[in-house]
């Protein structure tokens, strides 16, 4: 079975703080995602990443950054956090070219964020 | 999440029956689609999928519907069980536009009443 692990299931950090959100996938997928998911918006995609130093913007990348210098490890940077950024967030990953033609996604479990 | 149930529409069904959940997409190129089953406190996590090459496709106690005619997704759970209490979202994928992402659609809570 797949395994996407994120590193924290809680975090609590204050207004202004840099913030890491690691990830790692155990299954040599190409792909890895960000998504935050809030109650009546659903799952939105952050940043993606279809190889090791690529990343694409998703749908809501500002006040956000990623770095993928592994195949196996992606993190979500949210280099100052404001409350606004209080959520639960999910990573995924998927083999082949695209998440959708040839594999689902593949998600962790998330980390909830509350930023004070 | 734990709260990702909040807002949501809900369906009750009683244990044994059968589910049917709905999903109406949008992209009327969209191609691939997805069921997934998130807990509370969990990950979504893949249940079935299907191509838009097929009406039709059964897997384990569920069945995904396509009707493209319509853009219109359903998920049935045969002899529903409390485990199967969660929310269930439905997401597309367009492959032909070169597209790395899934769509997800706002999710369905499933209440199984035992």
């Known amino acids: 079975d797949v395994k996407v692990t994120q590193s924290s299931r809680y975090l609590v950090k204050r207004t202004g703080e840099k913030v890491f959100l690691e990830c790692v996938q155990d299954?040599?997928?190409?792909?890895m995602f960000w998504y935050r998911q809030d109650p009546g918006l659903g799952l939105r995609l952050i940043y993606f990443?279809?190889?090791?130093?690529?990343?694409e913007k998703g749908d809501i990348p500002e006040g956000y950054s990623v770095s993928r210098e592994k195949k196996e490890r992606f993190s979500l940077i949210l280099e100052s956090a404001s409350t606004n950024q209080t959520s639960m967030y999910l990573c995924?990953?998927?083999?082949?070219?695209?998440?959708?033609?040839?594999?689902?996604?593949?998600f962790g479990n998330g980390t909830r964020l509350t930023v004070t | 999440g734990e709260n990702v149930g909040l807002h949501l529409p809900t369906l009750s069904v009683q244990e044994g029956d059968n589910s049917i959940i709905n999903c109406a997409y949008s992209?009327?190129?969209?191609?691939?689609f997805i069921w997934y089953k998130q807990e509370s406190g969990k990950g979504p996590q893949f249940i079935i999928d299907?191509?838009?090459?097929?009406d039709k496709r059964q897997g384990q106690r569920v069945t995904v519907l396509l009707n493209k005619t319509v853009k219109h997704l359903s998920l049935q759970i045969a002899a529903t069980q409390p485990g199967d209490s969660a929310v269930y979202f439905c997401?597309?994928?367009?492959?032909?536009?070169?597209?790395?992402?899934?769509?997800f659609g706002k999710g369905t809570k499933l209440s199984v009443i035992p």
């Open positions: 990443s279809y190889d090791v130093k690529m990343k």
């Open positions: 299954m040599d997928h190409e792909n």
């Open positions: 995924a990953s998927s083999s082949g070219l695209m998440a959708g033609g040839n594999s689902p996604l593949h």
């Open positions: 992209n009327s190129a969209s191609d691939y």
């Open positions: 997401a597309e994928n367009d492959s032909g536009a070169g597209s790395y992402q899934l769509t």
């Open positions: 299907i191509r838009s090459n097929m």
